[in-house]
Every structure is written in structure tokens, then in C-alpha cells.
């Protein structure tokens, strides 16, 4: 568990690699800034905004832990998917 949570806390480590998050969090901020290209790629006429999700096949420990960034992230299971 404490493994796992490590690899979730949207942080670079020290040798200079980002954990599992930030790579999300980063390629959320891509997308972000190419809102115009994302609304020609899935053939819509605009997108005004995207929501950023982690899903996981179980219950995770992230989905507690991350609460602090609710506004950045929602982190669900499957067996939440209905919810979504």
C-alpha cells in the first residue's frame, strides 16, 4: 500500500523521474492547452473543459489520499464507474 501511494503523489522524485500522477497530471495540462485539436480529433464542434479521472480495477488507497486534490483529480474504481 505504501508503495503504491508513493507512486501517487504528483511529485518528480529525486533522481528527476515523474511518479505515475504527475505523468497524468501533465498530460492533462497538454491536453488542456490544446482543447481546439482534441474537439477536431473526437469530431465535436468545441470542448469547453475535460475532467481528469484515475480508475482502478479495486478499491485503491488513492482514493482517500488524493482527496486534496479533488479539483484536479477524481480517482474511482470500477465498481464506481456507474457514478461517474
Do not use: C
Request: charged share 25%; no cysteine; proline share 6%.
Amino acid at each position: 500500500m505504501a508503495e503504491q501511494l508513493a507512486d501517487f503523489r504528483g511529485e518528480i522524485r529525486p533522481n528527476g523521474k515523474r511518479d505515475e500522477l504527475r505523468k497524468h497530471l501533465d498530460r492533462m495540462e497538454i491536453i488542456r492547452q490544446h482543447l481546439p485539436r482534441v474537439a477536431s480529433y473526437v469530431r465535436r464542434p468545441t470542448i469547453d473543459a475535460i475532467e481528469s479521472h484515475l480508475l482502478f480495477r479495486n478499491p485503491v488507497p488513492m482514493e482517500f489520499a488524493l482527496s486534496r486534490m479533488a479539483g484536479q483529480i477524481q480517482v474511482s474504481n470500477f465498481g464506481a464507474i456507474s457514478s461517474i
